[in-house]
């Protein structure tokens, strides 16, 4: 019988010559099984998607009390639908008061083309600045805004008018100006490797958007909900940027995406024309069930409060000099090596040994660790363990 290995690489598209082809037949906790009864301590999330675990129970039990109610009925903006009302309310408080209005969306490139949308017709400009080593979705709008032009090349000509300032670096913040419609970054840099900005950074990049009326977009696709110790990033730097784009850890593992932004930011796309953004099936009832029930895990577990002590931990645990760097905050970390190869042995080493652990698009030479916010102290030591072997056999 041919497997369903064999049909994967046959029948659904290949992102890449070389996949990593785990098969996954359950999901649970920090835990992912295989066919053959391989067990994996879960240190990517699903690329921080499974912020509270796998199948928690109150996010099963809050998408099976809506599976008995309505799946889609209409698309998104017509009609009345509790789950959405629920969740836009909750997450806006959540919030600070200047954030009015949610929209939601399927994914997370999805609330990125929203947020250069509403940028660019409140300021009625058309210049967009992003950052160098950027990564913010794949659709050409998105990618028009990943500063790396290995991506970009083969799909040109992508979005006209957009400038890179440098991550993190306060002197090419002069390319902001009153002709600048948005200024779209990461509020910490995922798949560069995870780069955190200083906040004299942060500040001044809000100063500047302040001076020139230029829209403050953070994307908090992969820090948002919990993952850097508090709900959302902006929080560690003192600032609120103007626009939120928020996906990923949103939904609880359903799919799901948000932007968030004042009101009257917001409304632009209600009229001239009328219908200035719209998706059939953005904010979907079951994954917005989802989506609120994993807010409240959050609250109710007091997952923040343990997310510094569990980075704590596996820095310690991690202290090995052939990891050059460990860079990240709360429990979205990143070790520095020295090559790809190492990389990729230590990671297959550790695949073989039960932890799944990963890679960044832009850094090759960095381990990604991004467990559930749910993992405990032993396991922590347990995934450092099996880790530290990996570097000891192949470094
Ligand atoms: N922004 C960031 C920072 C991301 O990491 C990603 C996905 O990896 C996206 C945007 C795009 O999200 P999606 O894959 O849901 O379109």
Redesign the pocket.
């Known amino acids: 019988m041919i497997s369903n290995r064999e049909l994967f690489l046959k029948n659904t598209a290949q992102t890449s010559s070389s996949p990593r082809l785990f098969e996954i037949v359950k999901a649970e906790g920090v835990y992912l099984y295989g066919p053959n009864g391989e067990r994996y301590l879960d240190l990517v999330s699903g690329?921080n998607v499974s912020n509270i675990g796998h199948r928690h129970p109150s996010v099963i039990a809050a998408i099976q009390q809506q599976l008995e109610k309505y799946l889609h009925v209409t698309v998104y903006g017509e009609f009345v639908q509790a789950p959405q009302v629920k969740f836009a309310t909750e997450l806006l408080a959540n919030l600070p008061s200047s954030f009015g209005s949610v929209y939601l969306t399927n994914?997370?490139?999805?609330a990125?083309e929203g947020s250069m949308k509403i940028a660019k017709k409140y300021t009625g400009r058309r210049q967009i600045i992003a950052a160098e080593k950027a990564?913010?979705?794949?659709t050409q709008g998105?990618l028009s805004l990943i500063g790396n032009p290995a991506y970009q090349e083969a799909y040109a000509p992508l979005l006209p008018e957009i400038e890179f300032i440098q991550f993190n670096d306060i002197s090419s913040l002069d390319i902001i100006t009153n002709q600048t419609a948005a200024v779209i970054v990461?509020a910490i840099q995922?798949?560069a490797g995870v780069r955190v900005p200083s906040t004299e950074f942060m500040r001044a990049l809000r100063r500047k958007c302040d001076e020139t009326g230029a829209i403050l977009v953070f994307?908090e696709?992969?820090t948002g909900f919990g993952r850097t110790g508090k709900m959302f990033a902006f929080e560690h730097f003192g600032i609120v940027p103007d626009v939120l784009m928020l996906?990923?850890g949103i939904g609880g593992g359903m799919p799901l995406?948000a932007f968030v932004a004042r009101k009257e930011v917001m409304d632009v796309i209600k009229d001239n024309p009328m219908l200035g953004h719209i998706t059939t099936f953005g904010g979907h009832p079951v994954s917005c069930a989802a989506a609120l029930a994993s807010l409240q895990v959050i609250q109710n577990e007091k997952l923040l409060d343990t997310v510094e002590i569990k980075a704590a931990l596996f820095r310690k645990e991690l202290n090995h000099p052939a990891i050059k760097e460990i860079r990240g905050m709360g429990l979205m970390m990143c070790l520095q090596l020295e090559t790809f190869e190492h990389v990729y042995q230590v990671s297959n080493f550790c695949a073989e040994h039960g932890v799944m652990i990963d890679w960044y698009l832009h850094c090759e030479t960095a381990l990604r660790i991004a467990p559930p916010l749910t993992i405990s102290e032993t396991e922590i030591k347990h995934a450092c363990e099996i880790i530290r072997q990996g570097i000891e056999k192949f470094i």
């Open positions: 690329f994914s997370g490139a999805e990125v990564y913010h979705g794949s998105a990461e995922g798949e994307d696709i992969q996906a990923k995406g």
